[in-house]
């Protein structure tokens, strides 16, 4: 097959271009595939952090054609153009914020008006963690314009089919990212150079208000000195630091908590959950995690939080911990039951044993499948 991924990759950072890439080098295993990106994802004024680009080398890089300016309507018809031109059998539309409606919708629109290729949405979050009615205005608006979709849990297709009833869809998990692991760093190693030990957990990825550090830190402080743990809170921070800087001081935590603020390139990446005994998702909301599929890599067990897809992803007490959001007590809880038992022993071959639910080339496939129902329909 000819398939199209519309969507962001290489030079820019992050799980969205992550996925792109991962998904592009499955498919090109058995397809030809073009990747029409974005010469501009957001606006210099609109983004949080530091830099939108990669600069400490991706560990996997696909070529793109950087088309779409997010807010230049006339790179759009441009873009429609390239994956017409390419005579796609398929294409697939990644969506994860209703900010790029506009120009994900007229590109779709452009594209079924000029070719008989389905248009598959692979929708990373229907709607945005920090949403407004603005959001899900657009979102109803410019989903409309797919003939399917691919999302990646049970709650984000019970939210898709409130804006797209009768919608041609199918779920998904996150795939596992595979490409960390490829490290021969072994644990020694990464503890060695981070100058860690004892029992050690981590919490990964940008520090966002939904990510619920809080509570993470509350449940730090209910762990008994003894019990000699030690947090790396890595990420860039997405909102002010202070607080949390006074956090850890009023709580007396702040020998126990290592803060990394910055975003950490691939290459960096496999120091820390090689390091790390338990990784810890304390979101208060979320649709899925692509850092639980970053822990499973390194079969590293995890705590999450129910809400949205994580519970659907970590099975109780065999590869992790679910808890209630916003719950610092059972967060510790989980925290003591896993350094007082054998789960640490027990939990990594639970995860290998689970790895076939998440891989890339299930993800292809589902694709590929809606592209065949929507064909038949």
Not at 1 to 18: E, F, N
Not at 189 to 195: G, I, K, T
Not at 238 to 263: F, H, K, M, N
């Amino acid at each position: 097959m000819r398939i199209c991924l519309v969507g962001p990759a290489h030079p820019y950072r992050g799980g969205i271009s992550h996925f792109t890439q991962m998904l592009a080098r499955e498919l090109e295993t058995a397809h030809d595939v073009r990747i029409v990106g974005y010469s501009r994802l957001y606006p210099a004024l609109l983004f949080p952090g530091r830099t939108q680009y990669d600069e400490g080398g991706a560990l996997v890089q696909v070529e793109s054609l950087r088309l779409i300016d997010s807010v230049n309507p006339f790179t759009y018809a441009r873009a429609a153009d390239a994956v017409v031109e390419f005579a796609p059998d398929l294409v697939v539309v990644k969506w994860w914020h209703p900010f790029f409606a506009p120009a994900l919708r007229t590109i779709a629109n452009a594209v079924k008006r000029r070719s008989s290729a389905p248009v598959v949405f692979l929708c990373h979050n229907v709607l945005p963690h920090e949403g407004s009615a603005v959001a899900t205005a657009l979102a109803r608006w410019g989903l409309r314009a797919a003939d399917a979709f691919l999302v990646q849990s049970r709650e984000d297709l019970a939210t898709l089919q409130q804006f797209v009833p009768n919608a041609i869809a199918d779920v998904h998990p996150h795939p596992t990212y595979t490409q960390f692991a490829a490290s021969s760093m072994t644990r020694a190693q990464a503890r060695s150079r981070l100058e860690v030990d004892g029992r050690v957990l981590l919490f990964f990825g940008l520090v966002r208000p939904y990510k619920g550090v809080e509570d993470l830190l509350h449940a730090v402080a209910r762990l008994p000195r003894d019990a000699a743990v030690t947090l790396l809170l890595v990420g860039e921070f997405y909102e002010a630091r202070e607080p949390y800087e006074r956090l850890l001081q009023s709580l007396g935590i702040a020998d126990r908590v290592r803060v990394v603020d910055r975003y950490v390139p691939d290459a960096e990446v496999a120091q820390y959950f090689m390091a790390a005994d338990l990784v810890v998702l304390p979101y208060r909301s979320a649709s899925q995690s692509g850092i639980a599929q970053t822990a499973f890599a390194f079969e590293r067990p995890v705590v999450v939080t129910a809400v949205g897809g994580l519970p659907d992803v970590v099975e109780d007490g065999v590869t992790g911990y679910v808890v209630p959001p916003r719950d610092p007590a059972a967060l510790a809880a989980a925290v003591t039951r896993f350094f007082a038992g054998d789960d640490a022993a027990r939990m990594p071959q639970a995860i290998r044993a689970s790895a076939s639910r998440f891989t890339w080339a299930g993800c292809a496939r589902a694709l590929i499948a809606l592209g065949e129902q929507v064909r038949s329909s």
